[in-house]
């Protein structure tokens, strides 16, 4: 946890629980924290890079990682 952005995460002191729900349907809370984010899409790419495979991140569950990886893939 040493990236600069992370000191402007809007999730900071929040339960890390918030961010790892049990399903897609369940990750609401987390995205609406994320959408309010100042390094948003900072976080979604630091993910994206390093193949996070679990939680949200930069507002986006892992299904929706796979998706823009694959997306990425298709226009390259
Ligand atoms: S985008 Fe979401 S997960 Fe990423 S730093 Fe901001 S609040 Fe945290």
């Given at each position: 946890?040493?990236?600069?952005?992370?000191?402007?995460a809007?999730?900071?002191?929040?339960?890390?629980?918030?961010?790892?729900?049990?399903?897609?349907?369940?990750?609401?809370?987390?995205?609406?924290?994320?959408?309010q984010?100042?390094?948003?899409?900072?976080?979604?790419?630091?993910?994206?890079?390093?193949?996070?495979?679990?939680?949200?991140?930069?507002?986006?569950?892992?299904?929706?990682?796979?998706?823009?990886?694959?997306?990425r893939?298709?226009?390259?």
């Amino acid at each position: 946890m040493s990236a600069t952005w992370r000191k402007q995460a809007a999730c900071r002191g929040i339960d890390a629980d918030v961010f790892y729900p049990v399903s897609d349907d369940d990750a609401g809370a987390a995205k609406a924290i994320c959408s309010q984010c100042a390094v948003r899409e900072t976080c979604l790419e630091w993910a994206l890079a390093n193949r996070e495979r679990e939680g949200i991140w930069g507002g986006a569950t892992e299904r929706e990682r796979r998706r823009i990886h694959r997306q990425r893939r298709k226009s390259a």
